[in-house]
């Protein structure tokens, strides 16, 4: 008796330490796996487990290498079953949502499995690694807004454009009310849709309302992409970029007619994540006549520079008088993830230097263990809506 | 000279036999291929001929066998060139819209040229051949109506739905009037995203205001498939179908309270492709005192049988009293395309029968040309709407 309980225990401790190591060493993955939130209705496939690791699985009883292609510099390969189906999964990742492909023998395509959002400039697979804090985005039994799509044509840009407006969960039962406008603004290489579909903005903001954190506002998001047509003899000059232009004379006056706005600068601001911080600050800077409340996620005007900045020449001298500007401005808003790479904390903190030297007040925050993705800006939105238009 | 005249004729004639004929006699493939509309933004493939032919290309170095699958039936094998790069077209395909996938060693993967849409059970790709009549549905300069998007908890299933809601070009000016709504129904394996990403609803509504083809109307776009929970005994039994309970019980009453919709019936139709079709027609006849227009694209509530149908049991005897039935419905309208496969003309044939004989006057439309596609929806469509609510 006492020796099987010996033996027994000597397997236990075996079967511990397999489990624990697993084969050839390495770190054992833990057998916790879920179907991700971000997967096609009824797919069980791709999943995630509590580290975070995300494990694909797809059918290719030919193919001769199959690979997971996540975090931009990994490839994880697949192993093949013996009814040809390959599976495999990531070194665990950032909690928040990320873009990912799968390579088949050479060709780079989206998982079938996994809903398709658009960055990195192509519609393709992402997917949601569950966050602690992810209760703030999450879809709850509260009051929801409606998201509205409209399509117009842009006299300046001579194309046809799509914007998003978020209005609040009460916007159409008070028919009487009016309301304030956050302009929201994508990174390069997204579109109008991110926000919605990546940043959850509904979600956040009808969370954030029923608890009376943020005042009820409508939330505009277009396309940061525009640019004015050039003639023949053009062609081979630099884009015409236009989206400040598209911003100040088409997007706004066609929301303040179609939407009921509180159409001025004290009910009015402007916002975007890396490309679009840029963009937003610039705006609000060029058209304080038309913003009062600004933010940068991630992103700055002297990017991609972590120079010092000359404030006599920097965007045509405006930041020179700081007094006059802190003045005119309600709030000025920035925010990093801590897990960001180069060059945005460099170029981020060059310009809050210049802030500072310039005696311009700004608020700030950093999303803990994000990098340049959408949980940092889902986390950097929640923040800064809070302190909009009080 | 004159030989070299004669020999460049010979040239020029074997030229001219090889491009008509192609490699090993193949009737010859058009070469004026041009990226289709369906694609994702700056991709140059796939592409669409003048004949309907669906040409894809994709990089796949180290696969073995690359095939394009359209239309459900023909796998279209690819050929690849020295830079690893497959590419390959089909045969002339039905102009419309068409959902297609792309196999790789075995792999069913989504095409990454194309845009993704939800049908046949999954987001994939889907590639539009452009049809002679396309005008109809093409986005031009005419004032626009927003699609809007709603998120709504169902007490009924005890789960999360989401409803599209077109509102016509005046809805947001004219803050006043009030709307006639129309609903409508996707087909099986589709969701509430067809009628507005595939079936291009606000363009075709947008043009048919504009020209005064239509009267503004409300389109309430929201998904057929609704279950109610099942307790822990019942899990083996067939699924509970709620979806006429919650269009009567939460959709209508929601749409009601958050639109400015004229609520009665002579303001209400209801309209739905194929599994929405039947759907659309059940809900109608057992709710009469909420519909008054009533349409059936490419289905009937006797499918999939063409057996004639006995009134008296059919629908708990719903058209046995045909004169009565026939007083309180404003319009009873079916449609369906030249080319659906079976059962569809022979079930869609028999209700009409019936109809027939129980003296139930409809009105009824044929796409030509088209098969059990969105083209045919399209266009139902069209035709559907110019005769509501006048």
Not at 18 to 42: C, H, I, M, W
Not at 54 to 69: G, M, N, S, W
Not at 242 to 266: H, L, N, Q
Not at 337 to 349: A, I, L, N, Q
């Amino acid at each position: 008796m006492k020796k099987y309980f010996f033996l027994s225990s000597i397997l236990l401790i075996m079967l511990f330490v397999s489990l624990s190591l697993g084969y050839a060493g390495q770190p054992a993955v833990k057998e916790d796996f879920r179907p991700a939130s971000t997967n096609q209705p009824g797919r069980d496939y791709p999943m995630v487990n509590s580290e975070g690791r995300v494990r694909v699985q797809i059918k290719a009883p030919e193919a001769q290498r199959v690979q997971l292609d996540i975090s931009a510099v990994k490839y994880y390969d697949l192993v093949k079953d013996t009814g040809g189906v390959w599976i495999g999964e990531s070194a665990p990742q950032d909690e928040g949502f990320h873009y990912y492909q799968i390579w088949i023998d050479g060709a780079a395509v989206p998982d079938p499995g996994s809903m398709f959002f658009y960055g990195a400039g192509r519609w393709g697979s992402g997917i949601e690694v569950p966050a602690h804090d992810q209760d703030f985005y999450a879809l709850k039994n509260v009051p929801h807004g409606f998201l509205n799509e409209k399509l117009y044509f842009s006299q300046i840009t001579q194309s046809w454009r799509r914007c998003f407006v978020y209005t609040p969960p009460d916007y159409e039962t008070n028919s009487k009310s009016r309301y304030p406008v956050l302009y929201l603004l994508h990174g390069s290489f997204e579109d109008e849709t991110g926000w919605s579909n990546q940043g959850k903005v509904n979600l956040i903001l009808d969370n954030l309302i029923a608890n009376e954190k943020a005042v009820p506002m409508i939330i505009v998001m277009d396309n940061g992409y525009a640019f004015k047509p050039k003639n023949d003899l053009d062609q081979g000059s630099p884009p015409l970029f236009a989206f400040e232009e598209v911003m100040v004379k088409e997007i706004i006056p066609m929301i303040d007619g179609s939407f009921r706005t509180i159409a001025d600068r004290e009910h009015r601001a402007i916002a975007g994540l890396s490309m679009g911080a840029n963009q937003a600050i610039r705006i609000a800077i060029n058209n304080l006549d038309l913003f009062s409340y600004i933010a940068g996620f991630s992103g700055t005007p002297n990017y991609p520079s972590a120079d010092k900045i000359d404030r006599d020449k920097f965007m045509n001298g405006a930041f020179k008088d700081g007094k006059t500007l802190d003045r005119k401005i309600k709030l000025l808003w920035l925010s990093l993830g801590t897990k960001e790479p180069d060059p945005f904390p460099g170029s981020v903190g060059a310009f809050r230097s210049m802030l500072e030297e310039s005696g311009i007040k700004y608020g700030y925050y950093e999303s803990p263990g994000t990098a340049h993705e959408w949980l940092t800006w889902r986390r950097s939105l929640c923040q800064f809506v809070q302190l909009l238009f009080k």
